[in-house]
């Protein structure tokens, strides 16, 4: 507060508000999964964390669980995890973690996993001999995460 002196009770008197001191009215906000680290003196807020997106994906490609993403099964083995544009900041999946739900072998393609138009590639494989792997449809699990 800034003004002049002390004001006594009943008095009159101006002060204001020093607002390079006081923090202003929070104006801005986080997409899902982050969280507010900081508040700025002028309202503007600083965001962490990452986004996490996760589901299980039964053996035709329909999805059992999770939300945030579709599922595309149109060859044997071979699914993609499809995110709507705008879920991951820069556009590109930084990591995917994938877990079959049975004794099948999983291979991702596209760079680890993610490719620059938001979707990952997922490769089911009843060999774990790179190169002697016949593709197979199973279940499976996955996490995809941006930090």
């Given at each position: ?7 006594a009770?009943g008095g ?9 001191v ?8 986080c ?17 962490a ?5 996760g589901?299980?994906?039964l ?18 083995g071979?699914?993609i ?36 138009d ?7 494989h ?17 996490i995809?995460?941006?930090?």
């Amino acid at each position: 507060m800034t003004g002049g002196g002390s004001i006594a009770l009943g008095g009159t008197g101006t002060l204001s508000v020093d607002q390079s001191v006081v923090q202003q009215r929070v104006s801005g906000s986080c997409s899902v999964g982050q969280s507010i680290a900081a508040i700025a003196t002028d309202g503007t807020v600083t965001c962490a964390g990452g986004r996490v997106i996760g589901g299980t994906v039964l053996a035709l490609g329909q999805v059992r669980s999770g939300s945030g993403f579709t599922v595309s099964h149109t060859i044997t083995g071979v699914y993609i995890i499809h995110f709507p544009p705008g879920t991951w900041s820069g556009g590109a999946i930084p990591a995917v973690t994938v877990t079959p739900a049975g004794s099948f072998n999983v291979f991702a393609n596209d760079g680890g996993g993610s490719s620059s138009d938001g979707s990952a590639t997922v490769d089911i494989h009843e060999s774990s001999t790179a190169g002697s792997e016949t593709p197979t449809d199973g279940p499976f699990t996955f996490i995809a995460t941006q930090t």
